[in-house]
């Protein structure tokens, strides 16, 4: 079975420290890699993929994610957080078929 | 449109009533994927819409729910005879072709649904 796990419920930074936001997958064969953003009660936005290529990955809003294929990870990283970056981060990847598998999500709360 | 299009917002339904969810898809998306979250849940695949394609409903939780995609567009969730387990966002996305060419999936903003 496919599947991407996310093992922190909660990340708590202070602004202006480095964020990053775990998450592995077990995918089969070459993966497809994604990080999501959801604010309050809002729908998930779409941050950065990893497809192929150079394993460091830039995305929106200063995001970045480094794809590890030796240990299956995809780790969201961002150098300087802010308050603003407090939301709810999914990771997922491709499953079997066309579908994507999220992880269950991480909280990340930045204090100022 | 812009984005993924999704109605109602907001939706509360009586224990045993049937509701209907839309999604209009972004234009020229030939994929379409039904989610769901729960309160604190993460998010659930319910079902896949590819162009004329059978549709891939493995994800659908019972047979009271079901939904169709009509000219290829616009899609319908329906959920009959609601239960209070049912209350969760209900959220709707497309893509340019299937994800399993790397293609983004873009969200809407989701319906949510309160069973009472």
């Known amino acids: 079975a496919q599947s991407v796990a996310q093992p922190e419920d909660q990340v708590n930074v202070a602004e202006g420290n480095p964020l990053t936001v775990k998450c592995t997958y077990s995918?089969?064969?070459?993966?497809?890699l994604f990080w999501y953003v959801q604010y309050p009660n809002r729908g998930l936005q779409f941050l950065l993929k990893?497809?192929?290529?150079?394993?460091l990955v830039k995305g929106s809003y200063g995001f970045e994610a480094e794809f590890n294929k030796s240990q299956t990870s995809f780790h969201l990283k961002k150098p300087s957080a802010l308050v603003s970056d407090s939301a709810l981060y999914f990771c997922a990847a491709k499953a079997a078929g066309n579908k994507l598998t999220f992880g269950g999500g991480t909280r990340v709360l930045v204090k100022p | 449109g812009a984005g993924v299009s999704q109605s109602p917002s907001n939706k509360v339904t009586e224990k045993g009533k049937d509701v209907e969810l839309r999604c209009d898809p972004i234009s020229g998306h030939t994929a379409l994927y039904w989610y769901r979250q729960s309160l604190g849940q993460g998010l659930e695949f319910l079902i896949y819409?590819?162009?004329?394609?059978?549709?891939?409903k493995s994800g659908l939780p019972s047979d009271r729910f079901s939904a169709e995609r009509t000219g290829g567009s616009v899609s319908t969730l329906t959920i009959q005879r609601t239960q209070q387990e049912d209350s969760a966002v209900y959220l709707c996305?497309?893509?340019?072709?299937?994800?399993?060419?790397?293609?983004?999936?873009?969200f809407g903003e989701g319906s949510w649904l309160t069973v009472v």
């Open positions: 819409f590819q162009g004329n394609s059978a549709p891939d």
């Open positions: 990893y497809i192929t290529g150079d394993n």
């Open positions: 995918v089969s064969g070459n993966p497809y």
């Open positions: 996305a497309s893509s340019l072709s299937p994800v399993i060419s790397g293609n983004t999936i873009y």
